[in-house]
Nanobody, 122 residues
């Protein structure tokens, strides 16, 4: 059974920083990509950033230059460093992973973390 466990988040003032981590656990899995999406009140869930197994990244324009994703393949973990936070970054952040099982039946699907609140406010 695959699980994504997030840590980090919280309340921060504008201009501040936060750091997230997300660990994917499970037996006999192959991770194709991991990252984060976010959902603000009354809005649809949107991409923040993803990183593939070959370290190709895809950042939302709104976070480029402020957020940085990194990964530790050996630990099935990704990290998100968020700097220069703005009130519009306030949202629930969800860890995401594109994972396939490596034993029969081979199933490839998206997985989601439980979500973590980030509030940027003075």
């Amino acid at each position: 059974q695959v699980q994504l466990v997030e840590s980090g988040g919280g309340l921060v003032q504008p201009g501040g920083s936060l750091r997230f981590s997300c660990v994917a656990s499970g037996r006999d899995i192959s991770i194709y990509a991991m990252g984060w999406y976010r959902q603000a009140p009354g809005k649809a869930r949107e991409l923040v950033v993803t990183i593939t197994s070959d370290d190709t990244t895809n950042y939302a324009d709104s976070v480029k230059g402020r957020f940085t994703i990194s990964r530790d393949n050996g630990k099935n973990t990704v990290y998100l460093q968020m700097n220069t936070l703005k009130p519009e970054d306030t949202a629930v952040y969800y860890c995401y992973a594109d994972i396939a099982t490596t034993r029969w039946p081979v199933i490839r699907r998206d997985y989601w973390g439980q979500g973590t609140q980030v509030t940027v406010s003075s």
